[in-house]
């Protein structure tokens, strides 16, 4: 059984520019979310992907936008990036959504973006 | 809009003694509440988790306590090893998940 793996794992970009991050969801999970944290602070909820399609999102503006594959792995896109958007990206997967689970999520280990 | 909050940055204990992390909430409606332990250039793992409909749910040296009327939960580390100096974040979920700021455990030898 493979876990959660994300890439890259560290990248730089400039402010203005567009990044994608991508994650492979452990085997049988069919949900992935996006958390973002930013240092000294907890994981902040982007949005979650549910068979392919969004099933919730933070407070976070449309220029972060996401897909999910057929195979449930996903990816997540941050447009015109500023100096706040560095942060560590997790991706996490589940076994579904909603509520009448515990929802466990099982991370991956992150991509951590510095935006210049 | 910080649903979960964990107002203590940081907890020092002996090798052990007792640890209690806590973490409040504001959301009724969340139906799940589960601990996660984070080390250096790792992502969060999974500890412990309870279900709003029981107070207390124990797991070897872990025990989580809720209190839905004070809309509070607490994890206790009972003795403390230094193997679980780590940070340690609540989570509450109904949907998806939402985590506290975090709560850095040190558990000196």
């Known amino acids: 059984e493979t876990g959660v793996t994300q890439s890259p794992t560290h990248l730089i970009k400039t402010r203005g520019q567009q990044v994608t991050l991508r994650c492979s969801s452990q085997s049988g999970h069919n949900t992935v979310s996006w958390y973002q944290q930013a240092l000294g602070q907890g994981p902040q909820f982007i949005f979650q992907y549910y068979r392919e399609e969004e099933n919730g999102r933070g407070n976070f503006p449309p220029r972060f936008s996401g897909l999910q594959f057929p195979n449930y792995s996903s990816e997540l896109n941050v447009n015109a990036l500023e100096l706040d958007d560095s942060a560590l990206y997790l991706c996490a997967s589940s076994l579904g959504p909603g509520t009448g689970n515990t929802g466990e999520l099982f991370f991956g280990e992150g991509s951590r973006l510095t935006v210049l | 809009d910080q649903q979960v909050k964990q107002n203590s940055p940081s907890l020092s204990v002996q090798e052990g003694r007792i640890s209690i992390l806590n973490c409040d909430y504001t959301?009724?409606?969340?139906?799940?509440f589960l601990w996660y332990k984070k080390y250096p250039a790792e992502g969060p793992t999974f500890l412990i988790s309870?279900?709003?409909?029981?107070d207390k749910n124990e797991d070897g040296r872990f025990t989580v306590f809720l209190n839905k009327s004070a809309k509070h939960l607490s994890l206790h580390i009972v003795p403390s090893q230094p193997g679980d100096s780590a940070v340690y974040f609540c989570a509450a979920s109904g949907g998806d998940m939402r985590f506290g700021a975090g709560t850095r455990l040190t558990v000196k030898p």
């Open positions: 309870i279900s709003s409909i029981k």
């Open positions: 959301n009724s409606m969340f139906d799940y």
